[in-house]
Protein backbone atom coordinates (compact mmCIF):
# COMPACT_ATOMS: atom_id res chain seq x y z
CA UNK A 1 0.00 0.00 0.00
CA UNK A 2 0.92 3.74 -0.67
CA UNK A 3 1.05 6.73 1.42
CA UNK A 4 -1.89 8.57 0.36
CA UNK A 5 -4.09 11.65 1.17
CA UNK A 6 -7.28 10.06 3.11
CA UNK A 7 -5.79 6.60 4.29
CA UNK A 8 -6.85 6.07 7.70
CA UNK A 9 -6.01 4.28 11.16
CA UNK A 10 -7.26 3.38 14.08
CA UNK A 11 -5.91 1.90 17.60
CA UNK A 12 -7.91 1.03 20.35
CA UNK A 13 -6.34 1.37 24.40
CA UNK A 14 -8.54 2.14 27.87
CA UNK A 15 -8.33 4.28 30.29
CA UNK A 16 -5.75 3.35 33.37
CA UNK A 17 -4.50 4.17 36.51
CA UNK A 18 -1.00 4.16 35.15
CA UNK A 19 -2.84 6.66 32.04
CA UNK A 20 -4.37 8.61 34.73
CA UNK A 21 -3.25 12.54 34.75
CA UNK A 22 -2.52 11.49 38.57
CA UNK A 23 0.10 8.58 37.70
CA UNK A 24 1.38 11.56 34.14
CA UNK A 25 2.08 14.14 36.44
CA UNK A 26 -0.05 16.27 34.57
CA UNK A 27 -2.91 16.91 36.99
CA UNK A 28 -4.50 15.50 40.29
CA UNK A 29 -7.40 13.31 39.05
CA UNK A 30 -7.96 10.30 38.33
CA UNK A 31 -9.04 10.71 34.34
CA UNK A 32 -7.33 10.09 31.13
CA UNK A 33 -4.43 12.39 30.84
CA UNK A 34 -4.05 14.52 28.06
CA UNK A 35 -0.44 13.49 27.43
CA UNK A 36 -1.78 9.29 27.18
CA UNK A 37 -4.77 10.48 24.82
CA UNK A 38 -2.29 12.36 22.78
CA UNK A 39 0.38 9.31 22.92
CA UNK A 40 -2.58 7.10 21.48
CA UNK A 41 -3.31 9.76 18.59
CA UNK A 42 0.68 9.42 17.56
CA UNK A 43 0.44 5.62 17.88
CA UNK A 44 -2.64 5.75 15.41
CA UNK A 45 0.09 7.88 12.66
CA UNK A 46 3.19 6.27 13.43
CA UNK A 47 1.08 2.56 12.28
CA UNK A 48 -0.21 3.88 9.90
CA UNK A 49 3.22 5.67 8.46
CA UNK A 50 5.01 2.93 9.08
CA UNK A 51 3.62 0.17 7.82
CA UNK A 52 3.69 2.12 4.51
CA UNK A 53 7.07 2.38 4.49
CA UNK A 54 10.41 0.37 3.51
CA UNK A 55 11.98 -0.98 7.02
CA UNK A 56 14.93 1.40 6.74
CA UNK A 57 12.65 4.21 6.90
CA UNK A 58 10.07 5.30 9.62
CA UNK A 59 8.53 8.44 10.69
CA UNK A 60 9.11 10.90 13.83
CA UNK A 61 6.51 13.58 15.08
CA UNK A 62 7.41 16.86 14.51
CA UNK A 63 4.35 19.01 15.49
CA UNK A 64 0.52 18.31 17.67
CA UNK A 65 -2.47 20.95 17.86
CA UNK A 66 -4.78 19.12 20.25
CA UNK A 67 -7.54 19.90 22.45
CA UNK A 68 -8.88 17.85 25.27
CA UNK A 69 -12.29 17.67 24.86
CA UNK A 70 -14.03 15.54 27.52
CA UNK A 71 -12.69 13.63 30.40
CA UNK A 72 -12.69 9.56 30.73
CA UNK A 73 -12.79 7.92 33.92
CA UNK A 74 -10.76 5.37 34.71
CA UNK A 75 -11.54 1.97 33.09
CA UNK A 76 -12.88 3.22 29.66
CA UNK A 77 -12.14 1.83 26.33
CA UNK A 78 -10.48 4.30 24.37
CA UNK A 79 -9.69 4.75 20.29
CA UNK A 80 -7.88 6.89 18.78
CA UNK A 81 -8.15 7.67 14.50
CA UNK A 82 -5.74 9.29 12.05
CA UNK A 83 -6.20 10.35 8.76
CA UNK A 84 -3.59 11.89 6.60
CA UNK A 85 -4.44 15.18 4.88
CA UNK A 86 -1.55 15.94 2.86
CA UNK A 87 1.61 15.28 1.79
CA UNK A 88 4.34 17.40 1.25
CA UNK A 89 7.73 15.72 0.23
CA UNK A 90 8.25 13.74 3.59
CA UNK A 91 6.32 15.90 5.75
CA UNK A 92 2.32 13.78 6.35
CA UNK A 93 -0.32 15.79 8.06
CA UNK A 94 -2.81 14.10 9.78
CA UNK A 95 -6.56 14.62 11.59
CA UNK A 96 -6.34 13.00 14.47
CA UNK A 97 -9.42 12.05 17.30
CA UNK A 98 -10.00 10.53 20.16
CA UNK A 99 -12.77 8.71 21.63
CA UNK A 100 -14.36 7.26 24.95
CA UNK A 101 -17.31 4.61 25.21
CA UNK A 102 -19.23 7.54 25.04
CA UNK A 103 -17.73 10.34 22.89
CA UNK A 104 -15.50 12.45 21.45
CA UNK A 105 -12.59 13.29 23.73
CA UNK A 106 -10.14 14.85 21.65
CA UNK A 107 -9.06 16.42 18.15
CA UNK A 108 -6.63 18.29 16.60
CA UNK A 109 -3.41 17.84 13.82
CA UNK A 110 -0.46 15.94 13.73
CA UNK A 111 2.83 16.08 11.55
CA UNK A 112 5.35 13.39 10.87
CA UNK A 113 8.15 13.46 9.23
CA UNK A 114 9.70 10.34 6.87
CA UNK A 115 13.38 9.90 8.11
CA UNK A 116 16.44 7.38 7.41
CA UNK A 117 16.40 5.12 10.58
CA UNK A 118 19.72 4.37 10.82
CA UNK A 119 20.83 8.12 10.29
CA UNK A 120 18.40 9.66 12.48
CA UNK A 121 19.31 7.28 15.26
CA UNK A 122 23.00 7.68 14.84
CA UNK A 123 22.46 11.75 14.83
CA UNK A 124 20.70 11.28 18.46
CA UNK A 125 22.98 9.16 20.19
CA UNK A 126 25.73 11.37 18.92
CA UNK A 127 24.21 13.92 21.53
CA UNK A 128 25.79 11.82 24.08
Known sequence: MELEIGLK???????????????????SLKVLSTPSMIALMEQAASELVDRNLPADRTSVGISLNVKHIAATPIGLKLRAEATITSIDGRKIIFDVRAFDEREEIGRGTHERFIVDRKNFQSKADGKR
Not at 18 to 24: G, L
Open 9 to 27: NEVEGRSTEETSAVAMGSG
